[in-house]
């Protein structure tokens, strides 16, 4: 079955630094890419960034472009979004979930349960 968990976020203050973990089980990371995404208070779930294994590939929306690098541990099936110089507006409910291998972001094949990021001075 498969399952994500993400952890690591918390308060933090502006230009400081989070790395999210995301825990996935019941597949291998060349199965699925793994997209995060957040949502915002009283804005819609967006996209901000895949990796694909299988094909060593990574994408990031502009807004995080430069400021949050992924990675990946196969032995451990898990992936990392390291986030810094945070700032304000990266305050959201952040979410990994299994995509396409080709890292197109529709229609995930499983979600984790989210993580909460404020950064706040």
């Known amino acids: 079955q498969l399952q994500l968990v993400e952890s690591g976020g918390g308060l933090v203050q502006p230009g400081g630094s989070l790395r999210l973990s995301c825990a996935a089980s019941?597949?291998?990371?060349?199965?699925?890419?793994i997209g995060w995404f957040r949502q915002a208070p009283g804005k819609e779930r967006e996209g901000i960034s895949c990796?694909?294994?299988?094909?060593?590939?990574?994408y990031y929306a502009d807004s995080v472009k430069g400021r949050f690098t992924l990675s990946s541990d196969n032995a451990k099936n898990t992936v990392y979004l390291q986030m810094n110089n945070l700032k304000p507006e990266d305050t959201a409910v952040y979410y990994c979930?299994?995509?396409?291998?080709?890292?197109?972001?529709?229609?995930?094949?499983?979600w984790g349960q989210g993580t909460q990021v404020t950064v706040s001075s």
């Open positions: 990796i694909s294994s299988r094909y060593g590939n990574t």
């Open positions: 019941g597949f291998t990371l060349d199965y699925y890419g």
């Open positions: 979930a299994a995509v396409h291998d080709m890292c197109v972001m529709l229609s995930p094949a499983g």
